[in-house]
């Protein structure tokens, strides 16, 4: 598993260690793993539900996968960014819902239907674990791989801490192209 990093800007009150993982399965889908580790009683970790597309997930806890063609790259510029083309996000919520969207360019555009990614919660003592699987299609492929995390008491300035591979830009901005930090085949 690779370590995210919070944004320097949000670090967050609770010591936490995040780390997520990405892996072709013999299927062609995308297995997506993410683990947090440390103080899980002071996050606000949203109850289970059932399976189901859910609306503002990002707004609490959520594991998030930003997905990017290679070829998308290569049609805007390799000096542009692996994630500066069209890209797809994906939201996962310890709750079992999902959201998915799909982008031409940075910010534009909008939902995208997808079969449930089955996402499967194990939490224990001091760790969550959230894993999903999704289908993406193209061969090459640029990963941003992401985490909200909500803590308990919201009257606290730093209430949410944004994880990532790498944070581009001043404020958090999972959408950033150079966030888009991992290559997979």
Same mark, same amino acid.
């Given at each position: 598993?690779?370590?995210?990093?919070?944004?320097?800007?949000?670090?967050?009150? @609770?010591?936490?260690?995040?780390?997520?993982?990405?892996?072709?399965?013999?299927?062609?889908?995308?297995?997506?793993?993410?683990?947090?580790?440390?103080?899980?009683?002071?996050?606000?970790?949203?109850? $289970?539900?059932?399976?189901? $597309? !859910?609306?503002?997930?990002?707004?609490?806890?959520?594991?998030?996968? #930003?997905?990017? $063609?290679? /070829? %998308?790259?290569?049609?805007? !510029?390799?000096? +542009?960014?692996?994630?500066?083309? /069209?890209?797809?996000? #994906?939201? #996962? =919520?310890? =709750? !079992?819902?999902?959201?998915?969207?799909?982008?031409?360019r940075y910010r534009e555009g909008g939902p995208l %239907?997808?079969?449930?990614?089955?996402? %499967? @919660?194990?939490?224990?003592?001091?760790?969550?674990?959230? /894993?999903?699987?999704?289908? @993406?299609? %193209?061969?090459?492929?640029?990963l941003g791989l992401c985490v909200v995390i909500e803590?308990?008491?919201?009257?606290? =300035?730093?209430?949410?801490?944004?994880?990532?591979?790498?944070?581009?830009?001043?404020?958090?901005? #999972?959408?950033? $192209?150079?966030?888009?930090?991992?290559?997979? +085949?």
């Amino acid at each position: 598993m690779i370590p995210l990093v919070p944004h320097p800007s949000t670090p967050g009150a @609770v010591a936490l260690g995040v780390r997520a993982a990405a892996a072709r399965t013999q299927r062609g889908q995308l297995a997506l793993r993410y683990r947090i580790e440390g103080e899980l009683g002071r996050l606000r970790i949203p109850p $289970p539900r059932a399976p189901a $597309p !859910g609306e503002r997930l990002w707004q609490h806890l959520c594991c998030e996968a #930003f997905v990017a $063609p290679a /070829s %998308a790259r290569a049609a805007a !510029g390799a000096a +542009a960014g692996p994630g500066a083309g /069209s890209y797809r996000e #994906f939201n #996962f =919520s310890p =709750s !079992g819902e999902w959201g998915a969207f799909e982008f031409q360019r940075y910010r534009e555009g909008g939902p995208l %239907a997808i079969p449930d990614p089955g996402i %499967a @919660v194990r939490i224990d003592g001091q760790a969550l674990e959230l /894993s999903a699987s999704i289908e @993406v299609g %193209a061969a090459k492929l640029w990963l941003g791989l992401c985490v909200v995390i909500e803590e308990m008491d919201v009257a606290l =300035s730093g209430a949410f801490s944004y994880w990532a591979l790498r944070h581009p830009a001043a404020r958090p901005d #999972f959408h950033h $192209p150079d966030g888009f930090a991992l290559e997979i +085949a």
